[in-house]
C-alpha cells in the first residue's frame, strides 16, 4: 500500500506549525518540566506519524488532512493544543507505531494522541522516568493530585530550611587564595547584575564594583529614585560593552566605569583584587611555580581540585570546618537579591556566607547517607560536540553543589520520599487496592521529583547569572554541563521568572498534568519500555505497522554522562531506604538491575550501548565502535518487528553529503531497504547553539523507507541518463514544495530525489566496481545536480558556470557558504573549493556568533555573465 507520507504531504505548512512550538509561548506545556535534548516538535510529529499509517489516498486535498490533523488551527497559533478530528482518529484504531528511541516522547505522545497504540523504548533510565511521567502517569492522577502533595512538600520544606534563606537569590562564585598576597580573592565572571533594555534606554542597570576589600553595588534605578526628577522606570542612558564583560555607562552626564571581568579560565589567568597580581601560576606535584602552561595545573583549577577533596574530608570528619573555610578555593556569595518590583540588590555580607559553613554543618551530620549523590562522574574528557567532563576539578555528582544548595536538595528528596508513602497510605485508607494505591503514589513521586530535577538544573554550581533576563540560566542552557563563575544559588520558594525554583516547577505541574491527559484521551494504551533498541528483547514476537523514530546524531549529544545530573536524583527521591542503603520502591526497573543491585550511573552501564560516537567512551571503556555500526545495528534489529509492507520513518540531520553515509548503510546496503520519500523538516536542532553561527543551514530530514522488493541491480553509467530523466522528474514536483526555502535545504531536498532513485536498486556499480554507501551518495550528488539542470532547462558551455551555479544553489541568503555546503559543491562539479577560490568564485570569511559556533565559511563571489544570468532563473 502507497502511504499518504510516499504521496506528499503540505510540508511547508506542517513546518510553520512546528516553527511556532520553538518560539515564546509556542512550546508544549510539558517540555517545561525539565531539560532533554533535541526533542521533536508536536506538530510534525503528528503529521509524519498520521502520514504514514493513512493510504495514499485518504484525503481528496492537503487542506483536508491539515483540518483533520489540527481542527484548531484557524483559531490557534498552537496546533498542538489541540486533539486530532474524531474522524481522523477512527481511521488510526487498532494502528500499532514503534519510537524505538523515544527520549521525551514526541512521536509516541502524538501516535497516543492520534489514537494508535504506542510503544516507546529507551535505553536510559532518566528518559525512562519522563516517559512515563509523559505517556503513562497522566492518567493515574489528577492535576488536583499533584498540588495537593506539592504543597504538602512546600509546607514542610519550609520548616526544614529556616534560617538558611533571607533572600530569594544569591549569586556566587568562587575565590581562591592569592598566591601573592595570601588573600582570598573572588572570581568574577561578570560583574554585571542587571542590564536590561527597555523601550528607549534601559529598563534596569546595576553592576557590582570592588571597592575597600569588598562588593558594593551601584544601582542606578535606584540612584535615579533618590536623586529625584523625572521617570526611573527607564534611564536613558548610554552603554558600551567590552565584549560581553566590563564597559561603561554614560548616565545624566556623568560616567561610570563597569570593570572587567578578572577571570579568564580560556587562557588560564586571573588577577588577584586586593593586590592586583596576575594568578597565572603552575602547580607542579604540589608545588608552586611561575611556569609554562604545558607543565602541572593552572593554580585556579588545582585550587578548585583542594577544594573538593577538603569538602569531602570535611563531611567524613578528618577536617575542621576552620579547615575547610581555609581551602585554596571557596564558594562564596557576592550579592543577595530580593523581589521587589523586580530585584533589589544587596552586597552579600559576611553573615550570609555563613549560612553557607552552617549548611555544611549539618551536611557533616548526615555524611554516608545514601541520599548525597556521591556517584562518579565521567572521568574522561572531550565527550561530543563541544561538551567536556569533567568540569574543572569535580568529580562526584554532589560536588555541583555548594553546602547550602546540596542541602536544601537533599531535604526535598526525603520530602518526596515521605510524599509517595503518605499518598499510597492515603489511597489505601479510602479504599483502594494495593496495587492502585501504588500506582498512583509512583505516578505522584515521579512528579514531584520531576519538579525536583528541575530545580537541580537552576540550583548548582553550574549555572549563571543572566543579566539581561533577571534570571538564572540552568546548568543546561548551553546544552552540556559546562564550569562557569557567578553561579545562581536560588532560594526553592522564590517567583523570579524564567527561573525552576521548586516552588514555580511545582505550579507548572497541574498543566502540565491537564495537558498530557487531554492528550492521552483517546483511550489506547501507550507503553514505555527500558530497553536497547539494538536488542528489544521486551518486543519479541510482537509487529508495528510503522517505526517512526528519530535516533541520535553521531556525537552530538551524549546521553548517557549528561541526564547522569538527572539520574542521581531521581534515583533517590524515587526508592526507599533502608539500613543506609537505597531500596527498590517506584520504577525499580530505572535504577536496579536483574539482580536488585543499584545501579550507580547511567553513564557506567549504559554509555558503551548508546547509539552515538564518543572519544572518550572509547578510551575509557577500551571499545571503538562506530556510530555506523551501532546505528546499523539498531536498525537491523528495528526491522525486525516491523510488518511486511510497514514503513520505516527516521528523523536525521544532514549536514555534508558524508553525514548521510551512517544512514544510507545502516538502511539501504545492510538493512535491505530503499528510501521511499524525505522531507526537510523543523526540528529542535537547528535552534542549537552549534547552529548559529553557520552560514547556511542544513536542516532537520526525516525519510522514509520500505523494504526494498528483491535484488535489483544498476550498471549506473549506462543507465545515467535515463536516471537522470527519472531524477528530473521527481525534482520537478519538489521544487514547487519548496518555494522560499533556503537553498541549501531545498538542495538536500532535491538529492533526496536522486537517493530514492538510486536506493530502490543493489548492488549499484559505476565504472564496474560495486558502491559502498559513501560511493553510492557521491554518485547522488552528482545525479541530482544533472537531473537539477535538466528540470530547470540549464545547459551551459563550462566547468566554471556550473560552478556558480552549484554555489549560488547552496549560499545562503547572506551570500555564504559553509564548509558542509561546499562539501556538496565539490561532488557537484568535481572541483575543490581551492580550484573554485582560484577561479575567484569564493573568498573565505570569518562569521560572528558564539565562540563554539565560529566556524569556515565562504563568501561567494558574483561575477555577472550570460550564462550566469540564465542560471539566475533557476
Ligand atoms: C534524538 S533523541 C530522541 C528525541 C525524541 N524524539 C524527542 O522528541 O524527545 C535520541 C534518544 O535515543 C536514546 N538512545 C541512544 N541509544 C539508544 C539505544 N541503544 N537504545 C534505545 N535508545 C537509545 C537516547 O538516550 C536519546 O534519548
Ligand atoms: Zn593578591
Not at 561603561?248 to 571581568?261: F, Q, T
Not at 563541544?386 to 531535604?411: C, E, S
Not at 520531576?450 to 548548582?460: E, F, K, M, Q, S
Not at 525554583?501 to 505550579?507: G, K, M, R, S, Y
Amino acid at each position: 500500500m502507497e502511504t499518504l507520507l510516499e504521496r506528499g504531504i503540505p510540508i511547508d505548512a506542517i513546518n510553520e506549525y512546528s516553527a511556532v512550538e520553538k518560539g515564546r509561548g509556542g512550546r508544549p506545556p510539558h517540555w517545561e518540566m525539565v531539560f532533554w535534548w533535541t526533542r521533536k516538535p508536536l506538530a510534525g510529529a503528528r503529521a509524519v506519524v498520521a502520514a504514514s499509517l493513512l493510504p495514499a489516498d485518504a484525503y481528496q486535498t492537503p487542506e483536508q488532512f491539515l483540518n483533520d490533523l489540527f481542527p484548531c488551527r484557524n483559531s490557534r497559533k498552537t496546533v498542538h493544543a489541540c486533539n486530532p478530528a474524531p474522524r481522523l482518529v477512527e481511521k488510526m484504531r487498532g494502528k500499532k507505531v514503534l519510537d524505538p528511541f523515544a527520549g521525551f516522547g514526541s512521536i509516541p505522545l502524538e501516535a497516543a494522541r492520534l489514537g494508535a497504540e504506542a510503544v516507546a523504548v529507551e535505553l536510559l533510565p532518566a528518559a525512562y522516568v519522563f516517559l512515563k511521567a509523559v505517556l503513562e502517569f497522566p492518567r493515574r492522577v489528577k492535576p488536583q493530585d499533584v498540588e495537593k502533595w506539592g504543597r504538602w512538600v512546600v509546607e514542610r520544606l519550609r520548616e526544614e530550611v529556616k534560617g538558611l534563606y533571607d533572600a530569594d537569590i544569591y549569586i556566587g562564585t568562587w575565590e581562591v587564595k592569592c598566591p601573592v598576597c595570601g588573600r582570598h580573592t573572588p572570581l568574577v565572571g561578570s560583574w554585571w547584575l542587571a542590564r536590561v533594555r527597555g523601550r528607549e534606554g534601559y529598563e534596569r542597570l546595576a553592576w557590582m564594583e570592588w571597592r575597600n576589600g569588598r562588593v558594593e553595588i551601584r544601582d542606578l534605578n535606584e540612584e535615579c529614585r533618590k536623586e529625584g526628577g523625572g521617570s526611573c522606570d527607564e534611564l536613558r542612558a548610554e552603554v558600551s560593552t567590552r565584549g560581553e564583560e566590563g564597559g561603561s555607562v554614560v548616565w545624566r552626564g556623568r560616567r561610570y566605569a563597569v570593570p572587567l571581568k578578572n577571570i579568564d579560565a580560556r587562557r588560564e589567568t586571573a588577577q588577584c583584587l586586593h593586590c592586583r597580581a596576575e594568578i597565572n601560576h603552575r602547580v607542579v606535584n604540589g608545588k608552586l611555580v611561575k611556569g609554562k602552561k604545558s607543565e602541572g595545573d593552572w593554580y585556579v583549577k588545582w585550587a578548585l581540585r583542594q577544594w573538593n577533596a577538603n569538602y569531602e574530608r570535611y563531611l567524613k570528619g578528618e577536617i575542621t570546618l576552620d579547615d575547610l573555610k581555609n581551602s585554596p578555593a571557596r564558594p562564596i556569595l557576592l550579592v543577595k537579591a530580593r523581589i521587589e518590583n523586580g530585584l533589589k540588590f544587596q552586597p552579600a555580607a559576611p553573615q550570609d556566607v555563613d549560612k553557607l559553613w552552617k549548611a555544611a554543618e549539618e551536611l557533616k551530620k548526615t555524611w554516608g547517607d545514601p541520599d548525597i549523590p556521591t556517584e562518579q562522574i565521567p572521568p574522561y574528557g572531550n565527550i561530543g560536540s563541544g561538551l567536556r567532563f569533567p568540569v574543572y576539578a569535580v568529580d562526584k555528582w554532589y560536588q555541583l553543589f555548594n553546602p547550602r544548595q546540596l542541602l536544601t536538595l537533599i531535604k526535598l528528596v526525603k520530602l518526596i520520599r515521605e510524599t509517595g508513602r503518605l499518598a499510597e497510605e492515603e489511597k489505601l485508607r479510602e479504599g483502594a487496592s494495593r496495587e492502585e494505591a501504588k500506582k498512583y503514589a509512583e505516578a505522584i513521586t515521579t512528579f514531584l521529583a520531576i519538579a525536583l530535577v528541575r530545580y537541580v538544573d537552576y540550583n548548582c554550581v553550574t549555572t549563571r547569572w543572566n543579566n539581561g533576563g533577571q534570571q538564572v540560566a540552568d546548568a543546561f542552557s548551553t546544552r552540556g554541563i559546562a564550569m562557569t563563575w557567578n553561579w545562581g544559588d536560588v532560594s526553592p520558594f522564590a517567583y523570579i521568572s524564567g527561573t525552576g525554583t521548586f516552588q514555580i516547577n511545582l505550579e507548572k505541574l497541574a498543566r502540565v498534568v491537564t495537558y498530557l491527559r487531554e492528550a492521552l484521551s483517546q483511550n489506547t494504551v501507550s507503553r514505555v519500555i527500558l530497553d536497547d533498541a539494538t536488542e528489544l528483547s521486551r518486543l519479541e514476537g510482537e509487529r508495528f505497522d510503522v517505526v517512526v523514530t528519530d535516533p541520535p546524531y553521531a556525537d552530538d549529544v551524549a546521553y548517557a554522562e549528561l541526564s547522569d545530573f538527572y539520574y542521581v536524583w531521581l534515583k533517590r527521591a524515587l526508592s526507599g531506604v533502608e539500613g543506609g542503603e537505597l531500596r527498590p520502591r517506584f520504577l525499580p526497573e530505572a535504577f536496579f538491575d536483574e539482580f536488585g543491585l543499584e545501579i550507580p550511573t547511567q553513564w557506567q552501564r549504559f554509555a558503551p550501548r548508546e547509539v552515538s560516537e564518543n572519544e572518550g567512551r572509547w578510551e575509557h571503556f577500551g571499545m571503538k565502535v562506530t556510530f555506523a555500526d551501532l546505528l546499523s545495528r539498531a536498525f537491523s534489529n528495528v526491522v525486525r518487528f516491523l510488518k511486511e509492507d510497514g514503513l520505516l520513518v527516521v528523523y536525521y540531520v544532514a549536514k555534508k553529503p558524508e553525514s548521510w553515509e551512517a544512514l544510507i548503510d545502516a538502511l539501504w546496503r545492510r538493512g535491505g531497504m530503499t528510501l521511499a520519500a524525505a522531507y526537510p523538516v523543523e526540528t529542535e536542532f537547528e535552534a542549537s547553539v552549534v547552529a548559529m553561527g553557520k552560514a547556511s543551514v542544513l536542516g532537520g530530514y526525516v525519510s522514509a523507507w520500505r523494504r526494498r522488493a528483491g535484488e535489483r541491480s544498476l550498471e549506473l553509467d549506462a543507465a545515467w541518463e535515463a536516471a537522470v530523466g527519472e531524477v528530473a522528474r521527481r525534482v520537478e514536483g519538489r521544487m514547487k514544495m519548496v518555494g522560499g526555502k533556503n537553498g541549501a535545504t531545498a538542495w538536500v531536498y532535491y538529492y533526496m530525489a536522486a537517493l530514492e532513485y538510486l536506493t530502490a536498486h543493489f548492488p549499484v556499480r559505476m565504472g564496474g566496481v560495486e558502491l559502498d554507501s559513501g560511493g553510492l551518495l557521491r554518485a547522488a550528488v552528482s545525479l541530482a545536480f544533472d537531473a537539477l539542470m535538466r528540470a530547470a532547462g540549464v545547459r551551459l558551455g563550462d566547468r566554471a558556470g556550473y560552478a556558480y551555479l552549484a554555489l549560488r544553489i547552496l549560499e545562503s541568503e547572506r551570500g555564504y557558504v559553509d564548509s558542509d555546503g561546499l562539501a556538496h559543491v565539490e561532488r557537484m562539479t568535481g572541483m575543490t573549493h581551492v580550484e573554485l577560490a582560484r577561479l575567484g568564485l569564493i573568498r573565505e570569511a570569518e562569521t560572528g556568533g558564539p565562540r563554539v559556533a565560529k566556524r569556515k565559511v565562504f563568501e561567494v563571489l558574483a561575477p555577472r555573465s550570460d550564462a550566469v544570468d540564465e542560471v539566475r532563473r533557476v
